[in-house]
């Protein structure tokens, strides 16, 4: 490596000498005229976006909202080119801003998040550049923090997907593509697209519907998964990936723990069952369900099972280095047929098929997403032959992902 150093080191010196040399011999000559760089504009309209903005009654709403945050100026800039994902009038008003005056009366704080959650910078994104599942994630005006470990600023995402009917902004549909401007790429989407301000362990256990998956995941985490980074909790907790994250509500861990405790009891009876063994079965599974989400954390359910289970309602991709949670989906996102898509327990059982997904559309919308798991309940039924699990609430965002209310435990076997 020395000597390689040294070589170099001799080249550079021959080279200054030239340059040298070279640099003496023309200072008897007239130096030319320099030629300008004339830098062409991005797109051939004459028309700024913040001028579009400015003009266009439709676009009113946004350019108060600019106007209120100090960034209308920024949209005028032909030195920058941007993708901007605006909201008309229209979707102001359909997210519940019924005017100009409602957005003045803002604190400017929710006002520049909103707005900087539709600028993408220093890019330009065509519709032919959406991709339907993964998303396109793009990287907005919005920053949201550091990187951990590092003063590099974390910025908010948005993502972009498209099929053969439409194209969403998040889950919110694009209504109009691809209007250039002398600066950057505009885009309409019909409802506000507004931006996560938490991570979902912050957004999930603030759930009062979700006490029990709560619960759930202290029990999981226990023993010596507690307080690593291989714990659920620390997973819903890390700011920087994309997740998907389907959460079982009260009322289905409760159906699910008076299973396991009326067949806990069974178990424990000698067969043909009498009355009586039905009637303590019973009584055993509403005693459960009384004891409320501290029942998780008794030994009538092993914290394996557990750890299981959840790991059966984190949609996980195949990086390269195993199954990972590292992919957000929408409820646009979900097949319009029955689609398998895999999980974390594909990370330890590698040919898992996954749970079963099927999204409804009503118009630009999901009207209904069901997931149905591998296992029946009692066991022993044909995979994937069990009731759906519906999501009651679909889209729920948070900065490292997005998770779905469902009303039924999907069962890995």
Known sequence: MRIIKLKTQSLLNLGLLCATVLILASCNKALPDATPIVYPDVNPSPTTIGAEVSSNPN?????????KVGMLGLLSDTNNVFTVFLPPNSAFIAAGIPSEAAINGMPAANVGA????????????????????????????MTIGAIPGTPLPLKNSIFISKTGVGAWANNMPITAFDMKFRNGILHTVGVIV?????????????????????????????????????????????????????APNNAAFQTLIYGLA??????????PYTPTDYATADAYGNG??????????????????????????????????????????????????????KTLVNSSVAVHPGI???ATFTGPFVSSLTFTGMGTFPPGGAPFSGPAANAVAMDKLGVNGVYFVLDKVLLPQ
């Open 59 to 67: 676009y009113s709403f946004y350019k108060t909202a600019l106007n």
């Open 114 to 141: 909103l707005v900087q959650y539709t600028i993408i910078p220093g890019q330009q994104f065509t519709s032919g550049s959406f991709n339907h599942v993964p998303n396109t994630q793009l990287p907005t005006y």
């Open 194 to 246: 507004s931006p996560p301000v938490a991570t979902l362990r912050d957004i999930m256990y603030a759930n009062p519907e979700l006490a029990y998956y709560k619960a759930a995941i202290a029990r999981a985490d226990s023993g010596t998964h507690a307080g690593t980074t291989e714990s659920f909790d620390y997973l819903l907790g890390y700011g920087v990936t994309n997740m998907t994250v389907l």
């Open 262 to 271: 009326y067949s806990g009891y069974l178990k424990t009876r000698p067969t």
């Open 288 to 341: 459960a369900v009384a004891a409320g989400p501290a029942f998780l954390g008794t030994n009538n359910v092993t914290t394996a099972d557990i750890r299981g289970i959840l790991a059966y309602h984190f949609i996980a991709t195949n990086a390269g280095a195993g199954y990972q949670p590292n992919v957000r989906m929408f409820s646009n996102n979900f097949g319009t047929n029955p689609t398998f898509y």
């Open 356 to 358: 079963m997904a099927k």
